[in-house]
Nanobody
Framework: QLQVAESGGGLVQPGGSLRLSCALS????????IGWFRQGPGNQREGVYC????????NYGDSVEGRFTISRDGATNTVYLQMNNLKVEDTGVYYC???????????????????????WGQGTQVTVSS
């Protein structure tokens, strides 16, 4: 039984930075993947960034390349999403999701990628506005 809990959202101005955290519990092996998704107002759920264990492969959306990074702290079982140079269009509810399989979906930003993840957090609001 995997549990995920995201936190760290808030209000930030365009160009600012924010770091989201996803606390993991209940892991019994190192074979899993954690994906960040977001859903903006009027938009479908979108894959943002994914990391796979134990290979540490990643997948991410074109819109966040060069601005967002994902990392993992094995000592605390926490996955971070560092968001830099935030844009207004980054606004949305951000979700952390897990699957107990190695590998991130190949079409991570596709409309059905979220179906590959079985465990979800409650979401944290990120608002980018001036």
């Amino acid at each position: 039984q995997l549990q995920v809990a995201e936190s760290g959202g808030g209000l930030v101005q365009p160009g600012g930075s924010l770091r989201l955290s996803c606390a993991l519990s209940g892991l019994t092996s190192d074979n899993y993947a954690i994906g960040w998704f977001r859903q903006g107002p009027g938009n479908q759920r979108e894959g943002v960034y994914c990391i796979s264990r134990p290979d540490n492969s990643v997948n991410y959306g074109d819109s966040v390349e060069g601005r967002f990074t994902i990392s993992r702290d094995g000592a605390t079982n926490t996955v971070y999403l560092q968001m830099n140079n935030l844009k207004v269009e980054d606004t949305g509810v951000y979700y952390c999701a897990g699957r107990l399989r190695r590998g991130c979906p190949s079409l991570y930003t596709g409309s059905r990628a979220y179906q590959m993840f079985d465990y979800w957090g409650q979401g944290t609001q990120v608002t980018v506005s001036s």
